[in-house]
T-cell receptor
Framework: GESVGLHLPTLSVQEGDNSIINCAYS??????FIWYKQESGKGPQFIID?????DKRQGQRVTVLLNKTVKHLSLQIAATQPGDSAVYFC????????????FGKGTLLTVNP | NAGVMQNPRHLVRRRGQEARLRCSPM?????VYWYRQLPEEGLKFMVY????????ESGMPKERFSAEFPKEGPSILRIQQVVRGDSAAYFC??????????????FGPGTRLTVT
């Protein structure tokens, strides 16, 4: 069935360190993946996406890596800042759907000053 | 340019009452999606609507839940005879009519429903 899961439910880092958040997916038909950031009391905010024909994509301070062989996705945040503290979700387009997103459970990132 | 608007932000209902959640998509967006988020869980897809049409309601519970997106006005998610298990955050997202990124969904702040 469809499932997206995260290896670590919580991650605590020091300000300035790099953060790595991991995600596993099981639906090999999914071909589009997104990372969202959700701050307390707010809706998910798009961070970065990647298509299955790519292994890596970089944004501003963020990098997403996709390993289709082991169905693994990661989000790297460089020089983590207190404002990065939030829950991070990976999501996939369910079975190749062009609109239905399946979300993982989320990882709580806490940045210590 | 205002983002996706949802109201109310918080809603408390007693068991058996009805809950109505409203979503106004971003200006120019004609696709609306509803998701439900239980505590410490990811968002779960419920329904996808376009103006006056339900495109995919595969994530909606079979009973008590309904959704609409009329020609004029906001999209409404309606929950009849609420039960405690309906307590959750309900998020609405919208996307443009035509987009090269069909997953380009912008989320609202959510409505937190509490059933007492």
């Amino acid at each position: 069935g469809e499932s997206v899961g995260l290896h670590l439910p919580t991650l605590s880092v020091q300000e300035g360190d790099n953060s790595i958040i991991n995600c596993a997916y099981s639906n090999s038909a999914s071909d589009y993946f997104i990372w969202y950031k959700q701050e307390s009391g707010k809706g998910p905010q798009f961070i970065i996406d990647i298509r299955s024909n790519m292994d890596k994509r970089q944004g501003q301070r963020v990098t997403v890596l996709l390993n289709k062989t082991v169905k693994h996705l990661s989000l790297q945040i460089a020089a983590t800042q207190p404002g990065d503290s939030a829950v991070y979700f990976c999501a996939e387009n369910s079975g190749g759907s062009n609109y239905k997103l399946t979300f993982g459970k989320g990882t709580l990132l806490t940045v210590n000053p | 340019n205002a983002g996706v608007m949802q109201n109310p932000r918080h809603l408390v209902r007693r068991r058996g009452q009805e809950a109505r959640l409203r979503c106004s998509p971003m200006k120019g967006h004609s696709h609306v999606y509803w998701y439900r988020q239980l505590p410490e869980e990811g968002l779960k897809f419920m329904v996808y609507l376009q103006k006056e049409n339900i495109i995919d309601e595969s994530g909606m519970p079979k009973e008590r839940f309904s959704a609409e997106f009329p020609k004029e006005g906001p999209s409404i998610l309606r929950i009849q005879q609420v039960v405690r298990g309906d307590s959750a955050a309900y998020f609405c997202a919208s996307s443009p009519l035509s987009t090269s990124a069909p997953y380009e969904q912008y989320f609202g702040p959510g409505t937190r429903l509490t059933v007492t």
